[in-house]
């Protein structure tokens, strides 16, 4: 049996260490989509006037601006209406219409989301709701004020580009795709023959 200040040692060394974490071609794919996605649509700088009346409606202040989701120092702006869907564009764009100042770590848990659905999700572990914070009905109302503010730009982009050159922007990103998959099987294979080499070499 093992003791509880020997459990304790345990739990606490393997806490300490955290293995980093790594990409695999496969888990690239959304990279891949985001950057086609990116590269096209306009990102529109805000004026003095407009950052102002947002960290108004936002109810924060300019010299501290804090994360809209969770009250954290922000770090960064966020798409409050995402860009990309199942791989696809939504339409959004970068401009301060459709976005609000977020922390790191809601920016990765909101993902491709819906905010109001990620942010009253109480399973999602970082969330708002999930992390179990104050205020929660008070942000969305904000949030929705927010939304009211300033209508936000909607790309059709097949109406302005045509059907052509819009699905052959397409086949050219798939076919990064399907490359990047037909990597990940070479790798999963040679992942094994390394481990199994040297699983061997530390046996012998
Ligand atoms: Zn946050």
């Known amino acids: 049996m093992t003791s509880p200040d020997e459990k304790a040692r345990l739990k606490a ?13 496969v888990s690239r794919k959304s990279s891949v989509t985001n950057a086609a996605v ?3 649509i306009p990102a529109v700088t805000p004026t003095p006037d407009q950052i ?5 409606i936002l109810g924060m202040e300019v010299t501290d601006v804090r994360c809209t989701y969770c009250g954290d120092p922000s770090t960064e702006w966020d798409h409050l209406r995402p860009l990309v869907i199942n791989r696809r564009p939504t339409g959004f764009i970068s401009e301060i219409a459709n976005l ?8 990765q848990s909101k993902g491709n989301k819906p905010w109001r659905e990620w942010i009253m999700n ?5 969330s708002p709701t999930g992390r179990g914070l104050p205020n929660v009905p008070e942000r969305v109302a904000r949030l929705e004020t927010y939304e009211e503010w300033l209508s936000p730009t909607h790309v059709d982009f097949e109406a302005i580009l045509g059907r052509e050159a819009w699905e052959h922007y397409w086949s050219l990103c798939e076919a990064i795709i399907a490359e990047m998959r037909e990597c990940q099987h070479v790798a999963d294979r040679l992942h094994k023959e390394i481990a199994a080499k040297l699983n061997g070499e530390k046996r012998a």
């Open 13 to 25: 060394l393997t806490t300490a260490f955290q293995m980093p974490s790594f990409q695999t071609m």
């Open 38 to 40: 990116n590269s096209l």
């Open 100 to 107: 609000v100042p977020a922390c790191g770590k809601c920016n």
């Open 52 to 56: 102002e009346k947002a960290l108004a």
């Open 122 to 126: 109480p399973s999602a572990n970082r």
